[in-house]
């Protein structure tokens, strides 16, 4: 009799417990299904910063084709192998999934959050302007590139779209998200990373962005990059507090990436190229101490000579500020955007001011940028080699150089200059030749190996997936 109770409790119990509600047991809330369009935002911003800042040399060698930074023990990506750490490959799935996937889904999601409409419509303008920054850098690196199919996770081999056809894609994105953008309205709050919720900011980034890509076309396509700078120019960033710059935190994990990877790791595998400080040296540039530290005699500024084997205690390093964990990604700034209107004035466009004027702005913009003196910025400006009137070359050669000067420590905007203007000459490693110099990255292996067909056509597209071949802006 006490067994069939005993039974009889036992069935009653676990009938209970198969009726019995466990919720959420089976959910891992560590790994959410769905996640705030903000947060999707947030997180591309800070990738898109990462990439475009990183000195990791498997992800991220612009300084060195720069030349603004040469290698100490391991030379092998300052003499332009790009192959062996896979460099392209890196770089490209770091921008397709870090950065324009989480803006893709990012926008998928705008409309569940249940937004007002002019402020879900000001975050699809912020998620087009960083979209389209990105895919410029993909284009300005690669060439031909998957757009119209990319992202697509059920294609998995997408075609390549024609890089002129891409850029003239953007810029068509470009103009429909400044027009787009309410400045009376907010955007992502807390989770804007890059303007801190200030639509007019946008609007400016977006302007900067249109004046950028528009000189980038302009020995493809004057008329189109003259009239794409013109309707820009006076809604640019106009002075330095309007610089686009992502900040890093002081404590880990968002530090900035040079101290992730030159402090926090303990690694001592760059100095200061010996092109830039014997360029800057040349001129008495005093951004040299901004820029460096000084050599082992602790008197001067020396460079390691590029692409060779260099003492890390002998040379010049980036400047302890650069070094720091909460030293701030710039992707924009007022410089840069007094550099193109010098050279768009310097073509005949209407932009307001001289050449000579936009071009001596934007010194003095990149000396207050740096900490320097205005007394020294005159001085500097005064010297024969350096004033617009009396530096040698014509306007390609003066704003070339000194724009490339200006975009110290943005290895990748520097590499896209000197292409553009093939100033200044830079240094050819033992055994290269000038033409070795990279003009492009090569595509991904994996896109040779697992998407063959649509990469042969790309490269065949393009005149070879070489180093050497020019992209369509790139005239010669």
């Given at each position: 009799?006490m067994?069939?109770v005993?039974?009889?409790?036992?069935a009653l119990g676990?009938?209970?417990s198969?009726n019995?509600?466990?919720?959420?047991?089976?959910v891992d809330k560590?790994q959410?299904?769905?996640?705030p369009?903000g947060s999707?935002?947030?997180?591309?911003?800070?990738n898109?910063a990462?990439?475009?800042t990183?000195?990791?040399?498997?992800?991220?060698?612009?300084?060195?084709?720069?030349?603004?930074?040469t290698?100490t023990t391991?030379?092998?990506?300052a003499?332009?192998?790009?192959?062996?750490?896979?460099?392209?490959?890196?770089?490209?799935?770091?921008i397709?999934?870090g950065?324009?996937?989480?803006?893709?889904?990012?926008k998928?999601?705008?409309?569940e959050?249940?937004?007002?409409a002019d402020?879900?419509?000001?975050?699809?303008?912020?998620?087009?302007?960083?979209?389209?920054?990105?895919y410029a850098?993909l284009?300005n690196?690669f060439g031909?590139?998957p757009?119209s199919?990319?992202?697509?996770?059920?294609?998995?081999y997408?075609?390549?779209?024609?890089a002129?056809?891409?850029?003239?894609?953007l810029?068509r994105r470009?103009?429909?998200?400044i027009?787009n953008?309410?400045?009376?309205?907010?955007?992502?709050?807390s989770?804007?990373?890059?303007m801190?919720?200030?639509?007019?900011?946008?609007?400016?980034?977006?302007?900067s962005?249109?004046?950028?890509?528009?000189m980038i076309?302009?020995?493809?396509?004057?008329?189109k990059a003259?009239?794409?700078?013109?309707a820009?120019a006076?809604?640019a960033i106009?002075?330095?507090?309007?610089?686009?710059v992502?900040?890093?935190?002081?404590?880990p994990p968002y530090?900035?990436?040079?101290?992730d990877?030159?402090?926090?790791s303990?690694?001592?595998d760059?100095?200061?190229?010996?092109?830039?400080?014997?360029a800057?040296?040349?001129?008495?540039?005093p951004r040299?101490?901004?820029?460096?530290t000084?050599d082992?005699?602790?008197?001067d500024?020396v460079?390691?000579?590029?692409?060779?084997s260099?003492n890390?205690a002998?040379?010049?390093?980036?400047?302890?500020a650069?070094?720091?964990?909460?030293?701030g990604?710039?992707?924009?700034?007022?410089?840069e955007?007094r550099?193109?209107?010098?050279?768009a004035a310097?073509r005949?466009?209407?932009?307001g001011?001289?050449a000579?004027?936009?071009?001596e702005?934007?010194?003095?913009?990149s000396m207050?940028?740096?900490?320097v003196?205005?007394?020294d910025a005159d001085?500097y400006?005064?010297r024969?080699?350096?004033?617009?009137a009396t530096?040698t070359?014509?306007?390609k050669?003066?704003i070339?150089?000194?724009k490339?000067?200006a975009?110290?420590n943005r290895?990748?905007?520097?590499w896209t200059e000197w292409?553009?203007f093939?100033y200044?000459i830079?240094n050819v490693p033992?055994?290269?030749t000038?033409?070795?110099?990279?003009?492009?990255?090569?595509y991904?292996?994996?896109e040779?190996?697992l998407n063959r067909?649509?990469?042969t056509s790309?490269?065949?597209?393009?005149?070879?997936d070489l180093v050497q071949?020019?992209?369509?802006?790139?005239?010669q």
């Open positions: 009799m067994k069939r005993l039974f009889l409790f036992l676990i009938a209970a198969c019995k509600d466990f919720g959420d047991i089976n560590k959410p299904s769905k996640v369009a999707l935002f947030a997180s591309a911003s800070v898109l990462d990439a475009m990183s000195t990791n040399v498997n992800n991220n060698i612009y300084r060195m084709l720069a030349q603004q930074w290698e391991y030379t092998d990506e003499n332009y192998d790009l192959v062996t750490r896979n460099i392209p490959q890196n770089f490209w799935n770091s397709f999934t950065v324009l996937k989480n803006l893709d889904e990012s998928k999601l705008i409309a959050a249940g937004e007002t402020v879900a419509k000001n975050q699809e303008a912020c998620i087009e302007i960083l979209n389209v920054y990105t850098v284009v690196n031909d590139i757009y199919q990319a992202l697509d996770i059920y294609n998995v997408p075609k390549y779209d024609n002129a056809e891409v850029y003239a894609d810029g470009l103009d429909q998200a027009s953008i309410d400045a009376g309205a907010s955007g992502f709050g989770s804007d990373l890059l801190h919720d200030d639509m007019a900011a946008w609007k400016t980034f977006g302007n962005l249109k004046l950028r890509m528009g076309l302009a020995d493809h396509d004057a008329a003259k009239q794409m700078v013109e820009a006076a809604g106009s002075s330095n507090a309007g610089n686009v992502f900040q890093y935190l002081s404590n530090t900035n990436p040079v101290w990877d030159l402090v926090q303990g690694r001592k760059f100095v200061a190229a010996n092109t830039l400080v014997d800057m040296k040349a001129l008495s540039d040299v101490p901004a820029y460096f000084t082992a005699s602790g008197t500024y460079g390691g000579i590029y692409a060779a260099n890390y002998t040379y010049s390093k980036p400047a302890e650069l070094t720091a964990p909460d030293y990604s710039t992707l924009f700034d007022y410089a955007v550099f193109i209107l010098a050279e310097a005949g466009w209407s932009v001011g001289t000579a004027e936009h071009y702005a934007a010194i003095r913009a207050e940028q740096w900490g003196s205005s007394a001085t400006l005064a024969t080699d350096v004033a617009y530096a070359g014509d306007w050669q003066k070339g150089t000194q490339w000067i975009l110290y290895g990748f905007d520097a292409r553009r093939d200044p830079l033992v055994g290269k000038y033409a070795d110099i990279p003009r492009r990255l090569t991904p292996v994996q040779q190996n067909a649509n990469y790309a490269a065949s597209a393009i005149g070879g071949t020019r992209l369509f802006w790139d005239k």
